[in-house]
């Protein structure tokens, strides 16, 4: 092996590190490990001038190996490898260590931190010395495309990804396509015709030659990993798939648009729904006004109608979240009621108003204008709704604690509608194991990163779309899928896609095919090879957890740049006994 | 709540804010509960929070609750609150109809609220009371006097006469007023009062009503960015309320000095010119801000009852005047026939009173001091029992 040069950079982090980490002292101490051609204190590494010292230092003093003591890798990894890249230096040739969140940020007796941080740097200097250069592979990308539903999201990624030319499969459960936006009137707050909107993109999508359209049908499996996904598309009649055979497709990228289910309104029962006649959800108030006729089971034309919010939203109960669009779709209601019958009284029961969205706080005064009643209710305070008595002009009463007045008040309501909130589907699950993406408590899936990364998941070649990842409108659902289409845009347009270099590998002189790694996987990474006998990893799937190596009882397994022997000298350097002066 | 046994639910009535509407309250449905006029207001305090706790109670239709409220005469209308209103909800105009509204609840014949609700109703009330006044005095004087004398022997309109006259028509203003200022108490102290109030109370705090009456302070208090504005509409409602009072007094009690001439008695005539001067002065100000209304958010949405008033107030004054200098300068008969337009508009304005925004002269100092007893009644009640929560 070549003589090893090692570089280390201290990081003070501006004073994050600095105020409890003595650097100067650490650099000292580093200086005189062998080995250790060079070391360097200051303020910002991850800076761009930063970065540049590294790559000046590795082209002046031909250092061979880098080590950072900073923060952790999971923040600036990526930005020092790019250093060791523009430096002409392999890029795994290189080592972290975590002196700001698992050393200053969680001590507080200086001189202890400091004699810490040594340590960890000391070890990244042992086991950085074991480093072996490692090439990324590259893989092809397959072009097409899967899309799991076919809601306004999924139909939306559909067409933007079928009209640049891609080949899109898109899978629908139901018989026909739109979602639960079909089952919509009109759309708050600009009241367009949802009918409209759907009806135009339907076309569109039968028409595309670039879409195969599969109407009731399923995936039923997924294998393989980004850039090479095999799923079969089986058609499904009633319960269950049918005998017939499935259909298999190649895609390179999946995006999963599955919506939502509305919450069921008989589970608070004391709202009554299913027991009061008129009482009723906003899908059914939504039937009634496409059917243009709003009226009560007995066919009379309601004089009171009540709107009551956050049913199945809000609360400790059912779900804490806000299903976001209940507050201006019961507005878009008070419209609908009063363009219909103008004589009829609404009122609407809410805990706030949450109009957010552009158009939503004018949408909401115009609803003042037409005299709708506003109340408000406390979050743990529910109206109460009963059948009124025989000498009421009205069919029940609502009686609720009015937040605003502080007054004991009971509303007329002929009619009462519950602003049903969104939630998973039922076989949200099922979805979410099949991709292999996560779910949070609530049921919805997880994006990789809620702020910076709001379509992408933690699997590559998996993107979300629409209410499938929380509640939302239409306007954030096809925001949403538009993205996901120049996601996936972007990842074609490269053509091959590069997988990092840091996974495991099954040695397959040792492996004796016990089978017992497949399962453990958390990435579903491993197969098996039936013909020769032994597990394999698909590296592009790997995420290097290490479970697999640890596992194997064959010890057939080896973790690229976690080899036991780098590991073990890492160990040994912590435990060591060093002076730490 | 130690005092109210059984909390009942209130019924809401989402007609009340269409009823509302013809007293003048247009825009309260737009209100959104932000609080800022309630904020902003000088008179809103801890015990009587105004004016965003009434447009939730109109907007909701509590009407039996608004009855029994005094915020609405606690308001002076300075705008203060409708200049702030994100919303343009108009408080301050929905305080004033609530006004017009409460008027019309005190007031036990249902007349109020018909004028209140048509103009028409209301003006052809005005022409009939008129009419019937001049033909009265017109078959009264020819009857018995001489159209060309006015005062003295064989007047066609003697002096003792038109004082008894005067006491008739005051008396039934007096019991219309009675009537309603019960009323208003029962509401108020009876129904919207759950704590006790002691009887004494009432003797201690009854210096605050004469005060009130005659001070108007409380248009002073109204603080403005704008001073000048603010501090105008007290002088000219202090002028007004003395105008009205010294001329109430020597029609009442000096009728026959007043009227004896041609000599001037400056005794009494100071008195005379020195009301007219003020209502002249308070007329005029009524009717160019009711004119020039862009300036001031109180006049922006006047009333059509608010005309009818100022009409008549301004034939009185003029006729008044007019039927003074017929008489010193001799034309008799100008004189006369003055006088009885003069009485055919005194008398329908002042019945109408009791029917009209104006008897806010006598509901405000009323409202100032039983609001001033019940702060005091409830705070002997917090020392008696600390965790009552009102
Ligand atoms: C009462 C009500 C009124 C509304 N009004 C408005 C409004 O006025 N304005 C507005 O902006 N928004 C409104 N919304 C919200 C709007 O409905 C949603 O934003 C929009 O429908 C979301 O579309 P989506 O494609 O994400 O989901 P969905 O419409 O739920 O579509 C998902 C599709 O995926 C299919 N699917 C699910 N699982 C699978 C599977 N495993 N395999 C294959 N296919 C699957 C489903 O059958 C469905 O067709 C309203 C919502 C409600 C509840
Ligand atoms: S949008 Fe409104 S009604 Fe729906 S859950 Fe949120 S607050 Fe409740
Ligand atoms: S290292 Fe982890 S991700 Fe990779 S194959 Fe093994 S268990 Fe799966
Ligand atoms: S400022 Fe306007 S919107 Fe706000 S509470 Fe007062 S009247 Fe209502
Ligand atoms: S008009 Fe003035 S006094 Fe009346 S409620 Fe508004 S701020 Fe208060």
New binding site residues.
Partial sequence: MKECRIGVYICMCGTNIAKMVDVESVAKFISAVPNVTLVKTYKYMCSNPGQEMIVQDIKQNQLNRIVVAACSPSMHERTFRGALRKAGLNQYLFEMANIREQCSWVHDDPEEATKKAMALTYAAVKRVELHEPLESIFVDMCPNVLV???????MTTALELADSGYQVYL????SR?????AR?D???PYLYS?RDLLTERITRVLNNKQIQLHLQ???TSLSGFVGNFKANIQKQNGQGSTGSKPFEVRIGNIAV????K?FDASRITHYGYGKLPNVIT??EL?KMIRSGRIETKEGKVPQYVAIIHCVGSRNLEFHTYCSR??C??AL?YVHEIKSANPACYVSDIYIDMHAFGKGHEDFYKRSSEVKTLFLMYEKGDRPVIHRAGPKDDCEMLIEVNEKLSGELIEIPADLVVLM?G?EA?E?SA??AHLVNISQDKDGWFIESHPKLEPVATTTDGIFI????VAP????D?VAQARAVAARILAKISRGKIEVDAVYSEVDENVCSGCRFCNKLCPFSAIEYEEEKGHSHIISALCKACGVCVAACPSAAIKGRQFTDSQVIAQIDALISKVEYV | MLYKEVIMAIRVNPRLIDDLERFGAEDVQFCYHCGDCSTVCFHSDQMYRFPRKSMRFLQMGLGRKIETTLEPWLCYYCGQCSEQCPREADPGETMMSLRRWLISRYDITGIARLFFKSLTTEILAVIGVAVLTGAFLLYYGLSQGNFSIYDGEGAFLPSHFIHSFDLLVGACLAVFLLINAVRMWFFVMVRGTSFPVPWWLYLKKLYLMVWHFFSQRRYAECKSTRPTKIFMPWIVHLGLMLGYIIMLVLVMVFIEKLQSGPRIDWSVHIFGYLASVGLIIGTIYFIRKRISRKNYVQYKKSHSTDWVFVILLFMIVLTGICQHIFHRTGLNELANGTYIIHLMAVVPWLLRMPFSKWSHLVYRPLAMYFAEIRRDALERQDAVLPSYSY
């Fill in positions: 799991i539903g076919g809601g306004i999201a999924g899978v629908e459960k139901d396509l739109g979602g639960n936006l919509v009109l759309t708050a949802a049908s399923k995936v648009c599955t919506g939502y509305e906003s899908f939504e669009v209940c201006m779709t878009k049903v969104m589907r076989d099922e979805v779309a629409g209410t499938c939302k409108d239409i306007p659902s």
